[in-house]
């Protein structure tokens, strides 16, 4: 999905302190154009250069909307850690005639391997969209910030809290320096869940009591493992059965709901206790992730929230939210979004595809000078995710402060087409938090 090359020639082999060190480095990278205010583009005359790191299937669609978000920009630089992925993305992107004239990136300018998104750093681009798989966002957020690059990143934005705590740092110095960084958490820009939750806001369903996020759907892709396949290149590949990776899938996609609920709310729980496991996809080609996870969170005024997520093949899918009042209560759902007290009001109107609005509203902050910065709620989101997940693999009660100060760290001993982390499934009962 987000990845490159399998050839081992390509990609260099450095240690995760060598991999975040060069990150430091990238200060230097772009440090004029980071002194400058974000103004600098206001004019609608100036080009735009976009750089693309990580070019799966959701890199691909990213940067697609990002070409149709501003009249004046270029893709002018991808990186990917695997070659095939990038070659793909680009031939996918340059088949679409309404970005194809906007493409502009010679062989030169597509780089392959763990280091590759340091050169499309320091390829001259102006905003950067990171796409990768999540355990990588952390580190690239703070090298593109320090490069002085506005930025869209993909959800979840960390795996870990240790990684929270560094996008949290990045989006604030990202604050300091004018830069934009806009969030992947894309149902916070559907035209219908604002009109939705500021309703709730308002009061239209009293005093919230209670909320639910369901994320129920079915089985999803597996990658063959290859015979020249090293295990980095096998958990790289399969990505999202990797807990260093994913987050585990309540972390990668549930986090929408999840964010969802936080919104309604206005606030984040302040501990949860959940349970979880490995009924359907016990096979080790599933990695090391859970395939349901079931929280029951609660907020510090005593209101509960319900999170389930499972993915299960031949099951029944749902996908919703729910807040329950004192006066009434409210479906907040992409299929229906619905409050019902002494009436019942619907949200009906056809509204602009959210995925396009918050690549539309990004440029358009950078061309007016009035950046967009999503941090708190992308990074405090994940973390809510990844407290579930802490939560669901320790069966133990765990707090907002536990979680946000847990020292756990995901990352490899080293990024190289090698060794890659131990694949140890999590016991409820047994495994430690930490």
Not at 199 to 226: C, F, M, Q
Not at 410 to 432: F, H, Q
Request: aromatic share 8%.
């Amino acid at each position: 999905m987000k990845t490159n090359n399998d050839t081992r020639s390509q990609p260099c082999d450095v240690s995760r302190r060598q991999f975040i060190g060069t990150s430091l480095s990238m200060a230097a990278v772009g440090a004029q154009a980071a002194a400058l205010p974000a103004a600098v583009h206001a004019a609608g005359d100036d080009v735009l250069k976009i750089g693309l790191i990580g070019c799966g299937g959701r890199g691909t669609g990213a940067a697609q909307q990002a070409l149709r978000a501003d009249d004046n920009v270029k893709l002018v630089a991808m990186g990917d850690a695997f070659e095939d992925r990038l070659k793909l993305s680009l031939r996918s992107l340059s088949a679409q005639e309404d970005v194809a004239g906007k493409i502009d990136v010679p062989p030169e300018q597509q780089f392959v391997g763990f280091d590759a998104y340091q050169k499309v750093l320091a390829s001259d681009v102006d905003v950067v969209l990171l796409t990768t798989p999540p355990h990588f966002r952390p580190m690239h957020l703070k090298a593109a910030i320090e490069a002085g690059k506005h930025v869209f990143a993909e959800k979840p934005v960390a795996v870990d809290a240790p990684g929270v705590h560094s996008v949290l740092q990045s989006c604030a110095e990202a604050k300091r320096k004018n830069l934009s960084v806009v969030s992947g958490l894309c149902i916070r820009y559907d035209g219908g869940f604002r009109e939705t939750v500021k309703r709730l806001h308002d009061g239209a369903i009293g005093e919230i009591h209670t909320l639910i996020a369901n994320d129920y759907r079915g089985s999803i892709w597996v990658k063959p493992r290859k015979e020249d396949w090293t295990d980095m290149h096998w958990q790289m590949r399969n990505w999202y059965y990797f807990t260093w990776l994913s987050g585990d899938f309540n972390v990668e996609q549930h986090v929408h709901y999840l964010d969802v609920c936080a919104w309604v709310m206005g606030e984040y729980p302040v501990k949860a206790i959940g349970m979880g496991g490995r009924q359907a996809r016990t096979d080790a080609k599933f990695g090391n992730i859970f395939d349901h996870h079931s929280v029951a969170y609660e907020f510090k005024n005593g209101t509960r929230f319900f999170s389930n997520c499972r993915q299960q093949s031949g099951c029944k899918n749902n996908m919703s939210a729910y807040a329950l009042g004192s006066k009434g209560r409210a479906e907040v759902s992409e299929r229906h979004l619905e409050i019902t007290n002494e009436t019942t009001w619907r949200f009906d109107e056809k509204v602009k595809n959210m995925y396009q609005v918050e690549h539309d509203e990004l440029f358009a902050g950078i061309r007016a000078g009035t950046p967009l910065n999503n941090g708190e709620y992308m990074a405090h989101s994940t973390m809510l995710a990844i407290m579930g997940r802490m939560a669901t693999y320790t069966g133990q009660e765990i707090t907002w402060e536990q979680a946000m100060s847990s020292t756990q760290d995901l990352s490899p001993a080293e990024y190289a087409w090698g060794d890659a982390p131990e694949v140890n499934i999590a016991r409820p009962g047994i495994t430690k938090f930490v």
